[in-house]
């Protein structure tokens, strides 16, 4: 298996502009007209539609994974973190807080330093009781060991994922 930090080129990849360049454009050009119509609604209705967007990231990433999370718990979550209302709504678990904090952080931070501490704080959110399913791991922490990614049953099992060496 190669991993992206093995490509000769690391970390100096290249790209062809002109592929990205016109949907780019076409893409920039809409979200300034969908920011003017919303920006035009009034405050409400943009923190809540910041609320069905992040809300549609969580569900979408997690889902990615083959995971699925409680609606209600993660609408309640980035309600909170939002300032927003979330009567009516089931708390958040402490799992599910984790996931919103961490996921908030990325993609509203995106543009901060991804430094050590920050990948700690992400791994801490994402697993608050030092578990992994049924498996110990030490959080917020360099791992020291083999890292796989695994489904299915004990003899019928389905790598997802090997992490390069620790």
């Given at each position: 298996?190669d991993?992206?930090?093995?490509?000769?080129?690391?970390?100096?990849?290249?790209?062809?502009?002109?592929?990205?360049?016109?949907?780019?454009?076409?893409?920039?050009?809409?979200l300034?007209?969908?920011?003017?119509?919303?920006?035009?609604?009034?405050?409400?209705?943009?923190?809540?539609a910041?609320?069905?967007?992040?809300?549609?990231?969580?569900?979408?990433?997690?889902?990615?994974?083959?995971?699925?999370?409680?609606?209600?718990?993660?609408?309640?979550s980035?309600?909170?973190?939002?300032?927003?209302d979330?009567?009516?709504?089931?708390?958040?678990?402490?799992?599910?807080?984790?996931?919103?904090?961490?996921?908030?952080?990325?993609?509203?931070g995106?543009?901060?330093p991804?430094?050590?501490?920050?990948l700690?704080?992400?791994?801490?959110?994402?697993f608050?009781?030092?578990?992994?399913?049924?498996?110990r791991?030490?959080?917020?922490?360099?791992?020291?060991?083999?890292m796989?990614?695994?489904?299915?049953?004990?003899?019928?099992?389905?790598?997802?994922?090997?992490?390069?060496?620790?």
């Open positions: 298996m991993f992206i930090h093995q490509h000769p080129d690391w970390p100096n990849f290249t790209w062809k502009s002109g592929i990205v360049e016109a949907p780019l454009a076409e893409l920039r050009h809409r300034g007209r969908f920011l003017g119509r919303l920006e035009s609604q009034g405050i409400g209705l943009q923190a809540e910041r609320l069905e967007v992040l809300l549609e990231d969580v569900l979408k990433s997690w889902a990615i994974e083959g995971e699925s999370l409680p609606v209600g718990e993660v609408h309640s980035i309600a909170k973190r939002l300032g927003l979330a009567a009516g709504l089931p708390p958040a678990s402490r799992s599910v807080d984790g996931v919103v904090e961490m996921m908030i952080d990325a993609t509203q995106f543009a901060d991804l430094s050590k501490e920050r700690f704080a992400w791994h801490s959110a994402l608050p009781r030092g578990f992994s399913g049924l498996q791991i030490e959080v917020g922490a360099w791992r020291t060991g083999p796989r990614v695994v489904s299915g049953s004990i003899g019928h099992e389905r790598l997802h994922f090997e992490a390069p060496a620790a």
